[in-house]
């Protein structure tokens, strides 16, 4: 494995921690969101990366429109299966890329 593999890895390691802490309740959302925009920002360009962007965009939008009407936890209970449907494929996106690594 290069290093390049080995610190992409390492990152996403890390998403698959952020999300496992965020259903924990040890984090809240806008932390989550937070790592995951770090995490994701030194990430090879690829087509995983870039999904993981798009989930990310929604949990982002959610976050962001929660803030705007003073109610974060209203909208996401409105928007439950969007915020389900974008932590899933988040996490599904960090085990493809773990699984691959193995391979």
Do not use: C
């Amino acid at each position: 494995m290069t290093d390049v593999e080995s610190f992409e890895q390492r990152q996403w390691w890390l998403i698959r921690d952020q999300l496992d802490s965020y259903e924990k309740g040890e984090v809240q959302l806008e932390s989550l969101i937070g790592g995951l925009n770090a995490l994701s920002a030194v990430l090879s360009e690829t087509d995983r990366s870039k999904e993981l962007r798009e989930h990310w965009w929604t949990l982002e939008q959610l976050l962001a429109v929660g803030m705007d009407r003073s109610d974060i936890a209203g909208v996401l209970s409105d928007n439950k299966p969007a915020l389900d449907d974008a932590l899933t494929q988040i996490r599904r996106l960090a085990n493809e890329a773990l699984a691959s690594v193995k391979e």
